[in-house]
């Protein structure tokens, strides 16, 4: 038995969290606030700022965990390479969720280091340089906290007008204190994709480990920065997919580690643009709870992080998946209209227990599913109506 210390509790650390205890371990999950949806269904948790490097240096010299596994941006990352010096495994690696909790690296990384396809791209700290980054990228421009997560913060600028109002919320939704921006050139997509993408432990003897692995493209919508609804699979040419799977596999490995990746891309007429890439499970891939593949993203997780076999990866049906959001701030939610939802035929949901609400915070998801091969749009709309069918009130 393996115990386990997860760094963020939210609705992707549940599935998660369900995912090892199946598998018989020990899990201690560590958030911001109390009763978080994976503490709901961990062994033991612990409530303190996860920014506070003496904090977190508490907990794990308390519990002294096999495994760390972040899920959120806002984490005193840097000393996750302390913890790999006393033995502890770190998620997928100290190099990767240092690199990628930081838009900067991680952009750096992919476009200078390795050479992807990715946006122009500019940093600001002060109004000056937002400014004159705006200047050399040019509008529209897409405008991002260098550390945030769940879109906050984000925008597009498409005027100068926008600019006080675009920096000003670009500040308010940063996570930690970083207080940076990344400017983006604005890229005309068809749209965007998150290739999940697996990479596995090296094998005891060091010579050798399992081979990257790569599940089915899947589409996304997004408002606000958050994705709305997801599908999979998502349409893409042979070329495009390639192109995608050689760059998830580049980017991976620079990183180094084992685990899911949610790797994303703008698809383009022009081919696959690099876009970002998160070192866990990922919101988008909530549709592989729909039933779409032989393993969840939360399962191949965790299989990956604890060196068990992957023998493949099968797209096994269509699916798709829409968020269920809070309308208004509140406490202690209630969900109408389950039974009428759960009467769609292929569908289901996730609840997700938070405690509290806020407008647009997501609270579920509905999913639905057909046989491969299944029109995608339908599938889409169907999940769009299970979700609409739920109110939290």
Not at 1 to 11: N, W
Not at 57 to 75: F, G, N, Q, T
Not at 120 to 131: G, P
Not at 321 to 344: C, F, H, W
Request: charged residues 25%; proline residues 5%; hydrophobic residues 40%.
């Amino acid at each position: 038995m393996k115990k386990i210390m997860l760094l963020g509790s939210g609705e992707l650390g549940k599935e998660f969290t369900i995912a090892v205890k199946r598998l018989g371990h020990y899990v201690i999950a560590v958030d911001s606030y109390n009763n978080a949806p994976a503490q709901q269904m961990a062994d033991e948790r612990e409530v303190i700022n996860m920014l506070d490097g003496s904090e977190l240096d508490r907990i794990v010299a308390k519990h002294k965990p096999d495994l760390i596994v972040p899920e959120i941006e806002a984490i005193r990352t840097e000393r996750f390479y302390e913890y790999e010096k006393q033995g502890i495994q770190v998620v997928p690696s100290a190099r990767a969720a240092n690199f990628t909790m930081n838009r900067k690296a991680i952009r750096d990384l992919a476009a200078k280091e390795l050479g992807l396809r990715t946006a122009k791209y500019a940093y600001a700290t002060t109004i000056q340089e937002f400014t004159k980054a705006i200047e050399e990228i040019g509008i529209p421009c897409v405008v991002k906290p260098l550390m945030s997560s769940s879109g906050k913060g984000q925008s597009v600028l498409k005027a100068k007008e926008q600019m006080e109002q675009v920096w000003s919320y670009a500040m308010t939704g940063t996570r930690g204190d970083l207080k940076e921006v990344i400017v983006e050139e604005f890229i005309p997509f068809i749209s965007e994709i998150t290739l999940l993408t697996v990479t596995q432990k090296i094998s005891p003897n060091g010579k050798s480990k399992g081979p990257t692995l790569f599940c089915a493209p899947i589409g996304h919508r997004q408002e606000r920065g958050d994705y709305q609804e997801s599908w999979q699979p998502h349409p893409l040419r042979e070329k495009d997919l390639q192109e995608a799977k050689a760059m998830a596999a580049k980017v991976t490995e620079a990183l180094t580690g084992a685990g899911i990746w949610g790797v994303e891309f703008f698809l383009t007429e022009k081919g696959v643009y690099f876009s970002e890439l998160s070192p866990r499970p990922h919101d988008t891939g909530m549709v592989t709870l729909a039933g779409t593949q032989n393993f969840s993203q939360f399962e191949l997780h965790a299989r990956a992080v604890l060196g068990l076999p992957i023998p493949e990866i099968l797209l096994e049906k269509a699916g798709a998946s829409a968020v269920i959001l809070a309308s208004r701030d509140g406490e202690n939610p209630n969900y109408k209209g389950m039974e009428e939802a759960l009467q769609t035929p292929n569908s289901d949901l996730r609840v997700f227990g938070k405690p509290s609400t806020r407008p647009f915070r997501r609270m579920g998801v509905a999913l639905t599913h057909d046989v491969a091969g299944s029109n995608i749009s339908t599938l889409v709309e169907k999940a769009k109506s299970i979700a609409a069918k739920i109110s939290v009130s």
